[in-house]
Nanobody, 123 residues
C-alpha cells in the first residue's frame, strides 16, 4: 500500500514563495512518476508538475513552468514543490500523487493520492 502526505501549505502574498512537501511510504518500486496536482474551488483538478521515480526527469504545466520546481530526496522518501512568484490564480488545494507511467499528466493516470494541502495567495 502506498501512502502520501502533503504539508507546507498556507496563506501568502502575491509574489511570495512557498515549498510544499510530500512524504511517501509503501511500495513505489513499480511506479514511474510522482506528481503534483491542484484543484481550485469549483474547478477540475489540474496537473502542475511531476518527476520520474528512477530518473530526475521533470515536466510541468505551461501555467507554472519557470516558476515552480519539482524535486525529490530519495533518502527521505520525500518530494517537493518549490513555488516562486506566486499569483492569486495559484490558490488551490495541492495534491501529490503516484502514477505507473513517467509522463502521466491526467488525474486518471495517477493511482494513489494524498489528502491535499491548501495554498492561498492573497493579492
Amino acid at each position: 500500500q502506498v501512502q502520501l502526505v502533503e504539508s507546507g501549505g498556507g496563506l501568502v502574498q502575491a509574489g511570495d514563495s512557498l515549498r510544499l512537501s510530500c512524504l511517501t511510504s509503501g511500495r513505489l518500486f513499480d511506479h514511474g512518476a510522482l506528481g503534483w496536482f491542484r484543484q481550485a474551488s469549483g474547478k477540475e483538478r489540474e496537473f502542475v508538475g511531476a518527476i520520474g521515480r528512477s530518473a530526475d526527469i521533470t515536466y510541468y504545466a505551461d501555467s507554472v513552468a519557470g516558476r515552480f520546481t519539482v524535486s525529490r530526496d530519495r533518502t527521505k522518501n520525500m518530494m517537493f514543490l518549490q513555488m516562486n512568484s506566486l499569483k492569486p490564480e495559484d490558490t488551490a488545494v495541492y495534491y501529490c500523487a503516484v502514477a505507473p507511467r513517467l509522463g502521466a499528466r491526467v488525474p486518471a493516470e495517477y493511482e494513489y493520492w494524498g489528502q491535499g494541502t491548501q495554498v492561498t495567495v492573497a493579492s
